[in-house]
Every structure is written in structure tokens, then in C-alpha cells.
């Protein structure tokens, strides 16, 4: 079978066999459609820089409520005439916007999902740095750090002035945090849709961020009560968030370092949301041993993220997130397979993935720490 799938791209990589290909009437939509699959993939940077454009001058708010006529944006959207029109034209190739008639511009269905979807535009916004650091990707996989604006922006990668990850103060951890706080719920939606919790009494969610999780699990069940683990810098900031939501008597934040800290124990469900991804493998193995000993026995451990090679998401794995991450400065995408392997290594059993809605945002795995151990 290799030597057939040899033989057949030696055969399409043949100029004489491609002009061929086009002319034929039977081949020609094949060739077309690879034609204009390599271009997107070309021109995709031009594509996202349209969407960001969009997005910064809010463009969707804009025609939130319907259709606008050219004139009407002009006195809305603080561009010139000429560059106005060439941004709603690119957006209207790519489908973002629909033009009808009086020359007036519309939401697409493409767009209209994005209207006031804070988690979806702050990361569009936030990819700007991405691209930065993408400017040289032979530079950027050799290791070269000359263009380094998103290991900046994490700060907990590469800490300030060399220091630890828990000294670092609630100012200089405020920005990456809210940009969390406002895409969690990319994830947790999965997490909430997937496993009831009515049965779970305390729960421990771990490098939860300003506490959108819990928030969101606070006013779905009454009765659950939370413990928030994170470095000190981000737990004061959700010891804040909580006071300030009326949570204080139902969650509290603790700071510290989940790989040397011991993580607070009397829980009987524990959760990692988007955070094994950021850490190498022998991290990752100290984080799940520290989670195993803080769960009560027969506990529950809930890990979700967005994992490498998910069934009609491939490109989202070691594409995207292979060198969103490579940028970042640490962690790689892993395959469910390679999860379960590790969660096993740390002593849970009954790994099971759960069923998820939108695996692009992530998918859920599910396991218990045994109830005869203590």
C-alpha cells in the first residue's frame, strides 16, 4: 500500500500529469479543490489579520442589530473611505460579512456567533503576539528566543527578574489571568455538559485562575463548596473575585506551587482545566501525584483540555497548539492515549473519556482515585 501512495504523489507531482489532471473533466474539481486548499493555506495569516482587523474597530457590534449602509459605518468605524471599504470587501470574500443590496454589509453566520463573545475576540486579539513570535518558524523550532512576546506575556513561564512562579505580584499576573477568566468557558462548558456533579460535596479545582470555573459551578449547584489552587499572585486576585460576588463563604483561593506544595486535602473531586498542556511530562507526572494524595479515597479527578489528534479536529493538536505552546516556552499537545498513560502512572483508575459537545475546545477525561487507599 506505501508503495502505491509513493507512486501516486510522484504521479500528481508530475507538471505533465497536472496539466492533464485540469484539463480532464473528471479530475479537473479534484485539482481545483487542492488548488484552492494550498492557497488558504498560503493566505490564511491575510485571513486571521481581516478577522483581527474586524475585531478591533467592532465591526460585529456594529452590525449586531442588522444590516448598515456604507455611509452609516463610515461614521461609525474610525477608518478612511478607501481602507473601510477594501476591509469590508476582504471580510465579505472570506464570509465573514454578507453585502446586500444598498450597498450595505451584514453578519454572516460565520460572524453573528461572535457578537459579544468575550472568550472568542480577546483571544483573536491576544494571537497578535502569536504571530510575532511565528514571524521565523525555522527560528522559533531551533529554539531561537530573539522573539519571545508570548513566553512575555505568561508570565509564570519565564518569571520576573528570574523569580519563582508563587512571588510573582497579583499586578504582573493580572492580564494573562483575565484573558483565562474570559476563555474558560470554551472549556468548562464541555466539563458542566459532561459530568454531573450533584453527588460531590468539596471540590478542588487546581491552577483555577480568578475562579471562573467555580463561579459558574457555584450557581448550577447550591451545594457544593470549593477550594481554588493557584500561585499566590492569581489566588489573591480570586480571593478578591469571590468577596466581591458574595462566594467568600462557600470558596477560597489558596496560593502556592503545585509541583513542591501540598495541595489542600478533604476534597472528593479535584479539577485540572487547560493545565497539563503548559508542562513537560515530568511535571505533569509530579502534578498528578500531588492531586492523588490530596483527593479523599474513591475521589474524583475531572482533566480537560484540548488534546492532540481528536477525531475531525487533527489540525487543532500538534498544528495550532504545537506551536502555540513551542512559542510559549513550554508544554506540548498530548493524545488522549498519552493522558490516560500518565493519569495510570499516578495510581487512578477508571480513565474514561467523557462524551463532549465541542472537542475543538476540549475533551474530558474522567478517573478515580481507589476507595481503599488512604
Known sequence: MERFFDWRNRLIASPRFQRWATRFPLTRWIVRRQASDIFDLMAGFVYTQVLLACTQVNLFDILAKGAVSFGDLQKQVPLKPAGLRRLLDAAVAIQLLVKRSDDRYALSMKSAPLVGNVAILDMVKHHADFYRDLSDPIALLQGDKSSVALNEYWSYITPE??????????????DYSKLMAHTQSLVTDEIIDAYPMAKHHIVLDIGGGQGAFIKRLAKRYPHLSFKLFDIPGVAEISNAHFKEIGLSNRAQAIGG??????????????????????????????????????????????LAEPMAETKGFEAMGHAYFGFYLLAMGRGRPRTEAEISGLLSQAGFTGIKLLNSYMPLNAQVLQCNKPANIS
Do not use: M, W, Y
Request: aromatic share 6%.
Open 161 to 174: 527578574q528570574g523569580a519563582a512562579p508563587e512571588n510573582l505580584s497579583a499586578e504582573t499576573v493580572a
Open 257 to 302: 506551587n503545585f509541583f513542591q506544595d501540598p495541595l489542600p486535602k478533604g476534597c472528593d473531586l479535584a479539577t485540572l482545566v487547560r493545565v497539563i498542556f503548559d508542562h513537560d511530562d515530568v511535571r505533569v507526572r509530579q502534578l498528578l501525584a500531588n492531586v492523588f494524595d490530596a483527593l479523599n479515597p474513591g475521589g474524583t479527578l475531572l
